[in-house]
């Protein structure tokens, strides 16, 4: 099956342009979820979707970073405006939601963000 | 707050050598724990999950609730094992879950 897709793989920007994150996740798939890893750190969940309803933003700063969900598919995340401190990976996952318990997260590619 | 850690940042063992990654966490209730490994220039994938009892790749893991630790254990590492591993909790919901990561441990594995 294909897998998590992602673009761009790769972005450089100055601080304080915009930037957006697009990702298509594993077909069938109703979870969603963005993460940001900075080097040297695990990943750290922004945000989370169930369908196309977000239950877990708690961690997303909200007054720079934006996400949706289309139609409970594909998700876009947006920064804006970029910092510097904002230079990570940002990576995609997807998994089925499971009664019987937690399932496996597939990830994509990652995209490498450096803000100058 | 629920949290992982892993004590270690950089792991190096030498070929043959047995290898123990370490992992705790904080969590009052019942936990499901997971280890993800990165091999260079792949994606992050599941390695293996504690209520699956599973070897992969020569790697298991056992859930200790008293010690709150999930420890990943090799007997004999390889050099295919060099990569990244994050040990991972999911906080089960009632419509959903959420996965809190680890630091992450870096295992060289000396040829």
């Not at chain 1, 750190?41 to 997303?60: A, E, M, T």
């Not at chain 1, 594909?74 to 970029?82: E, G, V, Y």
């Amino acid at each position: 099956e294909a897998g998590v897709a992602q673009s761009p793989r790769y972005k450089i920007i100055e601080k304080r342009q915009s930037v957006a994150f697009w990702c298509n996740p594993i077909s069938g798939h109703a979870t969603l979820y963005w993460y940001q890893q900075i080097l040297g750190q695990g990943p750290k969940l922004l945000i989370q979707f169930q369908n196309n309803g977000v239950v877990d933003d708690s961690q997303l700063p909200k007054d720079r970073f934006s996400a949706e969900r289309l139609k409970g598919v594909d998700s876009t995340l947006k920064i804006q405006p970029a910092k510097l401190e904002d230079s990570a990976v940002y990576l995609c996952a997807s998994s089925l939601w499971r009664a019987s318990g937690s399932d496996t997260q597939y990830f994509g590619p990652g995209t490498r963000l450096t803000v100058l | 707050a629920q949290r992982v850690t892993q004590p270690e940042k950089l792991l190096s063992v030498f070929k043959g050598a047995p290898v123990e990654l370490k992992c705790n966490y904080s969590y009052s209730g019942s936990p499901e724990l997971f280890w993800y490994v990165q091999y260079s220039r792949q994606r992050l994938q599941l390695l293996l999950r504690h209520i699956s009892r599973e070897s992969i790749k020569g790697f298991t893991a056992d859930l200790n609730k008293g010690e709150t630790s999930f420890h990943l254990k090799k007997p004999f590492a390889q050099e295919e094992d060099s990569a990244m591993y994050y040990c991972a909790l999911s906080l089960r919901g009632t419509s959903y879950d959420k996965v809190i990561f680890g630091p992450g441990t870096s295992l060289s594995v000396i040829p």
